[in-house]
């Protein structure tokens, strides 16, 4: 059974930071490539940051310079770290697995409120 368990949500003022760990088992995780999305309320869900098996990374727009992704595949998680927090960067933060289009898993999401 797959299983992606985020955590490290939560509340913080802007300017803020918040690290988002998500744990994966079931999965060869290396293999993965593996990304963080978010979706806020009444928007379509939304790439934030994604790195392949190799270490490769993209981000956002939005979010370039003060969001940072990271996996340890000796621990099967991947991070995310971010910093520099607006009230824009509120939203539901899921953890993706992919290997094919027919081989991906999400997890259940963690909040991440940035107050003014």
């Known amino acids: 059974q797959v299983q992606l368990v985020e955590s490290g949500g939560g509340l913080v003022q802007a300017e803020g930071s918040l690290r988002l760990s998500c744990a994966a088992s079931g999965i060869m995780f290396s293999v993965y490539a593996m990304g963080w999305y978010r979706q806020a309320p009444g928007k379509q869900r939304e790439l934030v940051a994604a790195?392949?098996?190799?270490?490769?990374?993209n981000y956002a727009d939005s979010v370039k310079g003060r969001f940072s992704i990271s996996r340890d595949n000796a621990k099967n998680t991947v991070y995310l770290q971010m910093n520099s927090l607006k009230p824009e960067d509120t939203a539901v933060y899921y953890c993706n697995a992919y290997f094919t289009s027919s081989r991906q898993f999400w997890g259940q999401g963690t909040q991440v409120t940035v107050s003014s």
């Open positions: 790195i392949t098996s190799g270490g490769s990374t």
